[in-house]
């Protein structure tokens, strides 16, 4: 029997089977939502007067498969119920009537984002996504709106680094042209948040018709998605209640890069001197910019 889809139903559904203890922790995180998304077990531990311990067993009493599957169908809630003009109101709100005051509420966002970054993220998880990205024939990158820009820089970075990548960031029958270039040994990378939509549903379908392996970055979409793809990278676009805040992904993106460079250091080394090469016929004279290689040359004193 399938768990009930909300976390409002999961807890009418088991209220009677579980602990007090594990009642009062449910009891919080129903009442601290945004607190639950960013904050690690033991920090709500400590904010409910329990333990760390407790607070995991009281999820997974709930149905969910730990602590990552209950924030992502807390976002999930969040993000369904509020509009964005609902969450530039609660942004605002947090800001305050002083404007200066962004910078810190903004920096505060992205430093627990960062933290949930790193707690979410784990070790197999990245080396999972950078041996994919190495090993592809040709990677592609799905995002639109926002997440067009990120696919495009993503594309951008993984070509210099002499990796072949395409960013698809059209929508309707303009995608279609890029689909046509799907084939077996293909990577399909997509940041995607909210809903399955049309687009997302045809690239997944032509996707497993041409064998290509599948990445997902969200903060909504793991759980219903996670029989679709290959592996889940859980990345938070900033609290779930508010704007939505981009630092986590980029920080994600960088350390997939550096990771894939040092996977493939000579072929992404080779493929900057050649960038370099190029550069330099362009500008009509010796440009003597930096690569990966005069920077380790600098640093060892050679």
Same mark, same amino acid.
């Given at each position: 029997?399938?768990?009930?889809?909300?976390?409002?139903?999961?807890?009418?559904?088991?209220?009677?089977r579980?602990s007090?203890?594990?009642?009062?922790?449910?009891?919080?995180?129903?009442?601290?939502?945004?607190?639950?998304?960013?904050?690690?077990?033991?920090?709500?531990?400590?904010?409910?007067?329990?333990?760390d311990a407790?607070?995991?067993?009281?999820?997974?009493?709930?149905g969910?498969?730990?602590?990552?599957?209950?924030?992502?169908?807390l976002?999930?809630?969040?993000?369904?119920?509020?509009?964005?003009?609902?969450?530039?109101?609660?942004?605002?709100?947090?800001?305050?009537?002083?404007?200066?005051?962004?910078?810190?509420?903004?920096?505060?966002?992205?430093?627990?984002?960062?933290?949930?970054?790193?707690?979410?993220?784990?070790?197999?998880?990245f080396?999972s996504?950078?041996?994919?990205?190495?090993?592809?024939?040709?990677?592609?990158?799905?995002g639109?709106?926002?997440?067009?820009?990120?696919?495009?820089?993503?594309?951008?970075?993984?070509?210099?680094?002499?990796?072949? &990548? /395409?960013?698809?960031?059209?929508? #309707? *029958?303009?995608?279609?042209d !890029?689909?046509?270039?799907? %084939?077996? +040994?293909?990577?399909?990378m997509?940041?995607?948040?909210g809903?399955?939509?049309?687009?997302?549903?045809?690239?997944?379908?032509?996707?497993?018709?041409?064998?290509?392996?599948?990445?997902?970055?969200?903060?909504?979409?793991?759980?219903?998605?996670?029989?679709?793809?290959?592996?889940?990278?859980?990345?938070?676009?900033?609290?779930?209640d508010?704007?939505?805040?981009?630092?986590?992904?980029?920080?994600?993106?960088?350390?997939l890069?550096?990771?894939v460079a040092?996977?493939?250091?000579?072929?992404?080394?080779a493929?900057?001197?050649?960038?370099?090469?190029?550069?330099? &016929? /362009?500008?009509?004279?010796?440009? #003597? *910019?930096?690569?990966?290689? !005069?920077?380790?040359?600098? %640093?060892? +004193?050679?």
């Amino acid at each position: 029997m399938e768990p009930p889809a909300t976390f409002n139903d999961r807890l009418k559904a088991c209220a009677d089977r579980i602990s007090p203890a594990e009642q009062r922790v449910a009891r919080f995180f129903q009442e601290n939502r945004e607190e639950v998304l960013i904050a690690s077990a033991s920090a709500l531990a400590r904010q409910a007067g329990t333990s760390d311990a407790t607070v995991v067993r009281t999820a997974k009493a709930l149905g969910f498969s730990g602590m990552e599957e209950l924030r992502r169908t807390l976002a999930r809630e969040l993000r369904e119920n509020l509009s964005p003009a609902s969450r530039m109101a609660r942004t605002l709100s947090e800001v305050g009537d002083d404007p200066g005051s962004a910078l810190e509420v903004t920096l505060d966002i992205h430093q627990k984002s960062l933290e949930g970054l790193r707690r979410d993220i784990t070790p197999d998880r990245f080396q999972s996504a950078i041996r994919a990205i190495a090993g592809a024939r040709r990677v592609f990158i799905f995002g639109i709106g926002p997440s067009a820009a990120m696919a495009d820089y993503f594309k951008v970075q993984l070509g210099r680094f002499g990796i072949d &990548a /395409l960013s698809l960031t059209q929508t #309707g *029958l303009l995608l279609a042209d !890029s689909v046509q270039k799907f %084939k077996q +040994g293909d990577l399909l990378m997509i940041f995607a948040y909210g809903r399955v939509y049309r687009e997302l549903r045809v690239l997944l379908d032509q996707a497993d018709r041409r064998g290509l392996a599948k990445i997902l970055f969200s903060d909504t979409l793991g759980a219903k998605l996670r029989g679709r793809v290959d592996l889940v990278l859980p990345v938070a676009r900033g609290r779930a209640d508010m704007l939505s805040m981009h630092t986590a992904t980029l920080a994600l993106i960088e350390a997939l890069l550096v990771g894939v460079a040092s996977e493939r250091p000579k072929e992404t080394i080779a493929s900057l001197e050649a960038l370099n090469k190029v550069r330099t &016929a /362009l500008a009509g004279k010796e440009m #003597g *910019l930096p690569t990966m290689q !005069s920077g380790a040359r600098g %640093k060892s +004193g050679v």
